[in-house]
């Protein structure tokens, strides 16, 4: 994917490779009736998330938004069970929360979470961090008891569901974001 271009230091900041990601979601665009589904989307996911980490946060709402959107022009109603629409909307939850759109944010996580416990199971990495993300913006609401259970149930979803365990570093951002908002 796309997104190996971008070299993200510690502090999630976002340096080189992103104008060859511009580049590619560009030249994606231009032929995008040649070319499978996923090869755009997946690319525009990703610059999405690269402008969220830089602080982009409309450019990154616009560029999420216009993924799910170009899903259902080629997909129709089989875009409700998709992968990319759950990372997608995990994603788009990410800037709405930031944004202090909570109502949005939960609906965006609940659905990423929904469609990745669907189709890539409940033992899956994504369905963690959808669910990791689901119980953030819980805490925000201030429904502390039901985000507590849902983060620790991400946390353990997300250690038995890779080889790492808690030692992986998703598994150690899920924590310092939590931390971070209790």
């Keep these: 994917r796309w997104l190996g271009l971008l070299e993200l230091?510690?502090?999630?900041?976002?340096?080189?490779?992103?104008?060859?990601l511009q580049f590619a979601v560009e030249t994606l665009q231009k032929n995008a009736t040649s070319l499978p589904v996923p090869q755009l989307v997946q690319t525009q996911i990703s610059l999405g998330y690269a402008r969220y980490?830089?602080?982009?946060?409309?450019?990154?709402k616009a560029l999420l938004e216009g993924a799910e959107d170009q899903?259902?022009?080629m997909m129709g109603s089989e875009v409700e069970t998709h992968p990319d629409l759950a990372r997608s909307q995990n994603f788009l939850g990410m800037v709405?929360?930031?944004?202090?759109?909570?109502?949005?944010?939960?609906?965006?996580?609940?659905?990423?979470f929904d469609i990745s416990n669907a189709t890539?199971?409940?033992?899956?990495?994504?369905?963690?961090?959808?669910?990791?993300?689901?119980?953030l913006v819980?805490?925000?609401?201030?429904?502390?008891?039901?985000?507590?259970?849902?983060?620790?149930q991400a946390l353990r979803r997300f250690a038995e569901s890779n080889p790492f365990g808690e030692s992986h570093p998703d598994y150690a951002k899920m924590e310092k974001a939590w931390k971070e908002k209790a």
Excluded: F, I, V, W
Aim: hydrophobic fraction near 30%; glycine fraction near 10%.
């Design 9 to 20: 230091n510690e502090s999630e900041e976002c340096s080189g490779g992103l104008g060859h």
């Design 53 to 60: 980490l830089e602080g982009k946060s409309e450019e990154a």
């Design 71 to 73: 899903l259902k022009s």
């Design 96 to 112: 709405l929360r930031d944004a202090g759109s909570l109502s949005e944010a939960k609906a965006a996580h609940s659905k990423a």
């Design 120 to 135: 890539l199971g409940e033992k899956h990495p994504e369905t963690a961090k959808a669910e990791a993300n689901l119980a």
């Design 138 to 152: 819980l805490l925000l609401e201030g429904s502390k008891d039901e985000a507590e259970a849902k983060h620790a």
